[in-house]
């Protein structure tokens, strides 16, 4: 059975505080593992799709990277503006939807 | 570009009234689904739908049903709530073309209480 574990849970880091997020996945066959940005009373935003083991892409602050087991989500030198809850999906092969993990919660403080 | 439109943003029911969430979408997308979003849980998926006339069910179906007449309308509909369908509805739309996954885009939600 697919699943996808998200650690912390929670984050706070003050600004311009780099860490990562965590994102450790099993599925049969992954097709493809996409991380999303959700702000309060949104829906989730698109971020990233990675598909095969050490594949890197960046979107300002945000690096995301996968190996076989897990994916990290750094944040270089955050600003306030990145306080949202960052949600990691898989999608196995056959598979016709995501497999969502619940998320880890950051805060950036100014 | 509207993108995926939801109605209504909130809504109250008492247990056993009946409701239809709406959903519609301007991108000419193949692909729609319907999640519900639970505190401390992840998305999970309701039903979807490959194209207009065809759907199947996700993870957590039960009490729900849909239709797709139309490429851009996925209504979800609610028969004899219960408190356990109180949640936090998403819609996502994806066009799926090729051998590629294309990114889910969701929109903003329909935040349902039953009491």
């Known amino acids: 059975e697919d699943q996808v574990t998200q650690s912390p849970e929670a984050l706070r880091l003050q600004e311009g505080e780099s860490s990562s997020l965590n994102c450790s996945y099993t599925?049969?066959?992954?097709?493809?593992l996409f991380w999303y940005r959700q702000d309060p009373g949104k829906g989730p935003e698109f971020l990233f799709t990675l598909y095969s083991a050490g594949e890197e892409k960046e979107k300002e602050r945000l690096k995301a990277t996968l190996t076989k087991k897990e994916s990290f989500l750094h944040i270089t030198a955050p600003k306030p503006e990145d306080s949202a809850t960052y949600l990691c999906a898989v999608q196995g092969q056959g598979a016709n939807n995501l497999f969502f993990g619940t998320g880890t919660r950051l805060t950036v403080i100014p | 570009n509207a993108g995926v439109t939801q109605t209504p943003k909130f809504r109250i029911l008492k247990i056993g009234q009946s409701m239809t969430l709406q959903c519609t979408q301007d991108m000419n997308h193949n692909y729609m689904y319907w999640y519900r979003q639970d505190p401390g849980m992840g998305l999970k998926l309701i039903y979807y739908?490959?194209?207009?006339?065809?759907?199947d069910k996700g993870e957590v179906p039960n009490g729900y049903n849909v239709s797709r007449s139309t490429t851009e309308d996925f209504p979800l509909r609610l028969e004899l709530a219960a408190p356990s369908q109180t949640s936090v509805y998403f819609c996502a739309s994806s066009p799926r073309t090729g051998r590629m996954n294309s990114p889910l885009h969701f929109g903003n939600g329909t935040r349902l209480t039953v009491t």
């Open positions: 739908s490959v194209g207009a006339g065809i759907t």
């Open positions: 599925v049969s066959g992954l097709r493809g």
